[in-house]
C-alpha cells in the first residue's frame, strides 16, 4: 500500500517513488543555498556593532568593527553567558571655518548584547581593541569543552 | 551643530566597490565611509578603515586623483569555526579627483585606531607678477 511518510522520518526499509523527488529536491535546496547565499541579506540583528562570532574547542571570538574608538571609551560585561558591549562613538568639531564636502561617518551611542552558545568561563576573558576592531576571546568552561573520548 | 552624543548609532552592511576593472586577486572590495572638509589651507579627508594595519595601506595622488587602498587580512585564527558572521571583511578602495593642486611634498598621513587622517595642504598659489609698462 502506498503510505505517504513525511520526509523528515528516517526511512524504514520500504522505499516509495516519492522518497527519490524528496532527496533531489533537499539536494537541490543544498546546491541553490551555496550560489545564492551571497547576494541575500544576512540574517543580522541589525543592532550596531555588527560582530562575528566563531569557536574553537577552547573558547568564544567576538569580532566588531569600531574604529574610531579607544578602549576607555568601551564598555565590555559578561553576565551568565550573554556577552554586553556598549559605548559611545564621538567625532571631533573640527572647527568653525570649515566646509564639508562629504560627511558619510557617524557619531553616536551604541549597546549590544550577543547571547553566547554555552557556557563560559568569565573570569578569564580577554579584549583587545587594535586598529579599530574588537575581538575578545571568551573561554568556554571546562563542563562545556570537548571531552576526546578515547575508543578501546 | 547638533548633539549627536544622545542619538544610536544603526548598523549598516558595507557597500561594495562597483569598480570598473577587476580585481586580480581574490575577495570583496569596500567603499569606506569618509569625511572630506577643507579650510583656506589645506584639505582634511578622515576615512574608517578598521583592520588595516600601517603597513597596508596605499595612497597615491597622481594627476589629481587621490587613491586610498587598504588590506584587511582575514580575520579567522586556524582551528575557529563560524557560528554567525554579521559583516563581511574585505579590502577598502577609494577614488576622489582633487580640485585643486595639492602641495605634495606637505601631504600628512596618520592612521590612528583604525581610521585615516589625511591632510592634503593646498599649493600656495603664484603671485602674479606684475608687470608695468612703459609708455612710450
Redesign the interface.
Known amino acids: 500500500m502506498f503510505m505517504r511518510r513525511p520526509f523528515y522520518y528516517p526511512t524504514m526499509g520500504f522505499r516509495t517513488s516519492f522518497d527519490e523527488l524528496e532527496r533531489m529536491r533537499r539536494n537541490m535546496d543544498r546546491l541553490l543555498e551555496g550560489f545564492g547565499s551571497r547576494s541575500f541579506l544576512p540574517q543580522t540583528a541589525g543592532v550596531f556593532p555588527l560582530v562575528n562570532l566563531t569557536e574553537d574547542k577552547d573558547g568564544y571570538y567576538v569580532r566588531a568593527e569600531l574604529p574610531g574608538l579607544k578602549s576607555n571609551e568601551l564598555d565590555i560585561s559578561v553576565t551568565g553567558n550573554t556577552l554586553s558591549i556598549s559605548g559611545e562613538r564621538k567625532i571631533a568639531n573640527e572647527g568653525e571655518n570649515i566646509r564639508y564636502h562629504r560627511r558619510e561617518r557617524e557619531a553616536g551611542t551604541f549597546s549590544r548584547i550577543i547571547s553566547l552558545p554555552g557556557e563560559v568561563n568569565a573570569d578569564r576573558i580577554e579584549a583587545e581593541l587594535k586598529n579599530g576592531i574588537l575581538k575578545v576571546h571568551i573561554p568556554k568552561a571546562e563542563k562545556a569543552k570537548p571531552k576526546q573520548i578515547t575508543v578501546r | 551643530?547638533a548633539d549627536?552624543?544622545?542619538?544610536?548609532?544603526?548598523?549598516?552592511?558595507k557597500t561594495e566597490v562597483s569598480a570598473p576593472s577587476e580585481q586580480t586577486t581574490a575577495g570583496a572590495v569596500f567603499v569606506p565611509?569618509?569625511?572630506?572638509?577643507?579650510?583656506?589651507k589645506v584639505i582634511?579627508l578622515?576615512a574608517?578603515?578598521?583592520?588595516?594595519?600601517t603597513e597596508d595601506l596605499k595612497i597615491d595622488l597622481h594627476e589629481n586623483v587621490l587613491t586610498l587602498s587598504g588590506d584587511v587580512a582575514p580575520?579567522?585564527?586556524p582551528?575557529?569555526?563560524?557560528?554567525?558572521?554579521?559583516?563581511e571583511?574585505g579590502k577598502f578602495y577609494r577614488q576622489f579627483t582633487v580640485s585643486e593642486e595639492i602641495d605634495q611634498e606637505k601631504i600628512e598621513a596618520e592612521?590612528i585606531?583604525?581610521?585615516l587622517k589625511l591632510v592634503l595642504p593646498k599649493a600656495e598659489k603664484t603671485v602674479p607678477k606684475k608687470i608695468t609698462v612703459k609708455a612710450a
Open positions: 551643530m549627536t552624543s544622545a542619538k544610536e548609532l544603526q548598523a549598516k552592511q565611509a569618509v569625511d572630506i572638509f577643507e579650510t583656506e582634511n578622515l574608517d578603515l578598521p583592520g588595516v594595519k580575520f579567522e585564527g582551528d575557529e569555526n563560524d557560528i554567525f558572521s554579521e559583516y571583511v592612521m585606531d583604525g581610521v
